[in-house]
Antibody
C-alpha cells in the first residue's frame, strides 16, 4: 500500500525559501504524476504543481514564478521549493499521487504544516 | 481558469438523511470532475472520480452524477462518519487544477 510522507521545516522566515520533501513508500514514483496541494488555515485547497517521474511538470500560474518541483526516482522522493515566502504562504502542504491522464489525486500524505513568521 | 462553485456552502443533517451537494463549473468540463472528503485535521480522501466512478473502498452510499457544468454528490443514507467537508475538483483545462470552495456537512 503506497504511503506518502511530507517533511521539512515547520517554520520559515518571510522572504526565504520553503523546501519540502515527499517520500513515497510501498510503491514507485514511476508511472504517476505527483502533486503538491496546500491549504491555508481554515480555507480551501489550492493545487500548486505536479511532476511526472520523467521530470515533466506543470505549475499553477498564480505561483509559477516562485515554485520549483522536482523528483528523484532513485530515492522515491518528490520535492517542492517555494521562494520569497510571505505570511500568505502559511498552510498545510500535501503531497498527492495523481493518476495519469485522469488527474485525480488518489493517495495523499498526512500533510506538513508550514508557518511563515 | 475554470471556476467551481459549490452549493450549499454548509448544511446540517441528521444520521439517515439523504444529502446532495452541487458543484457548478464556469464552463463545460465534460466529466473531468472529482469529489473529495476531508475531515478536520486530516488529508482529503478521494470519493468519486470522472464524475461518477466510485473510488475503490468507498462505501456505495456515495454516488456522483453530472456532466458539462453541473455535478452532484449524493450520500444516500448519512452515517456519523460522513460529517466532513466535501470538495469538488476539475482537471478539464489545466493548468491549473481547481477546487471548489467546499461544503461542510455537520450534525443537525
Amino acid at each position: 500500500q503506497v504511503q506518502l510522507q511530507e517533511s521539512g521545516p515547520g517554520l520559515v522566515k518571510p522572504s526565504e525559501t520553503l523546501s519540502l520533501t515527499c517520500t513515497v513508500s510501498g510503491g514507485s514514483v514511476n508511472n504517476y504524476y505527483w502533486s503538491w496541494v496546500r491549504q491555508p488555515p481554515g480555507k480551501g485547497l489550492e493545487w500548486i504543481a505536479y511532476i511526472y517521474s520523467s521530470g515533466s511538470n506543470n505549475y499553477n500560474p498564480s505561483l509559477r514564478s516562485r515554485v520549483t518541483i522536482s523528483v528523484d526516482t532513485s530515492k522515491n522522493q518528490v520535492f517542492l521549493k517555494l521562494s520569497s515566502v510571505t505570511t500568505a504562504d502559511t498552510a498545510v502542504y500535501y503531497c498527492a499521487r495523481t493518476v495519469l491522464y485522469h488527474y485525480y489525486m488518489d493517495v495523499w500524505g498526512e500533510g506538513a504544516t508550514v508557518t511563515v513568521s | 481558469d475554470i471556476q467551481l462553485t459549490q452549493s450549499p456552502s454548509s448544511l446540517s443533517a441528521s444520521v439517515g438523511d439523504r444529502v446532495t451537494i452541487t458543484c457548478r463549473a464556469s464552463q463545460t468540463i465534460s466529466t473531468y470532475l472529482h469529489w473529495y472528503q476531508q475531515k478536520p485535521g486530516k488529508a482529503p480522501k478521494l470519493l468519486i472520480y470522472g464524475g461518477s466512478n466510485l473510488q475503490s473502498g468507498v462505501p456505495s452510499r456515495f454516488s456522483g452524477s453530472g456532466s458539462g457544468t453541473e455535478f452532484t454528490l449524493t450520500i444516500s443514507t448519512l452515517q456519523p462518519e460522513d460529517f466532513a467537508t466535501y470538495y469538488c475538483q476539475q482537471n478539464y483545462r489545466i493548468p491549473p487544477f481547481t477546487f471548489g470552495p467546499g461544503t461542510k456537512v455537520d450534525i443537525k
